[in-house]
């Protein structure tokens, strides 16, 4: 079941900025405000899955850039197993 929502005092140069981004999408306001909402909705939804794992440390944390360099070694070890490098 879907509710009506509505949003009183939004400034015209808002709803002018929000109705050419529509437009530019090929999409009626309502639309476009409706993914909006949808997607600040789940952003929510995983922001809330992720704070129930923020204070656990049975798991890895890489800093920035660790996670790709350590792919990086290990395919070229295992670039180097399979072309008898190693």
Known sequence: MSVAL???DVPEDVR???AEQARA???SLQTYLLLL???EARRSRNADALARFEDR???YRA???ETA????????D??????GEA
């Open 6 to 8: 509505q949003i009183r």
């Open 16 to 18: 002018d900025i929000l």
């Open 25 to 27: 999408r090929g999409q």
């Open 37 to 39: 909402i949808r997607a």
């Open 57 to 59: 440390d049975d798991g």
């Open 63 to 65: 800093q920035v850039g």
């Open 69 to 76: 360099e350590e792919i990086r070694t290990m395919r070229a």
């Open 78 to 83: 295992r670039e180097a197993h399979v072309t």
